[in-house]
């Protein structure tokens, strides 16, 4: 079983900022497409970023402009800078990690994001 721990969820106010980090096994970081999903109630699980092992970025329409993907190869870890959070983007936030863009892959067990006044 791989295992991967998402970290850095909180409570936040609009407009402000928050870092998600995700610790990954070395044996699948280096291969792997690291990506960052997110739960919200009532709502369908939605893709928010995806990077390559390559380092090639893709964003969800949503948070374009305002979030930012990286991975620390020496650390085997993936990050999610989120900038000018909106109270939509409250949710758990999961960092999965895939072989291919269609498998279903490893996940971790979230960490939540809440952003309310």
């Known amino acids: 079983q791989v295992q991967l721990v998402e970290s850095g969820g909180g409570w936040v106010q609009p407009g402000g900022s928050l870092r998600l980090s995700c610790a990954a096994a070395?044996?699948?970081?280096?291969?792997?497409?690291m990506e960052w999903h997110r739960q919200a109630p009532g709502k369908q699980r939605e893709l928010v970023a995806s990077?390559?092992?390559?380092?090639?970025?893709t964003y969800g329409d949503s948070v374009k402009g305002r979030f930012t993907i990286s991975r620390d190869n020496i650390r085997n870890t993936v990050s999610l800078q989120m900038n000018s959070l909106k109270p939509e983007d409250t949710g758990v936030y999961f960092c999965?990690?895939?072989?291919?863009?269609?498998?279903?892959?490893?996940w971790g067990q979230g960490t939540q994001v809440t952003v309310s006044t």
């Open positions: 999965p990690a895939k072989p291919t863009r269609w498998a279903s892959g490893y």
């Open positions: 070395d044996n699948i970081f280096h291969q792997y497409i």
């Open positions: 990077m390559s092992p390559t380092g090639s970025e």
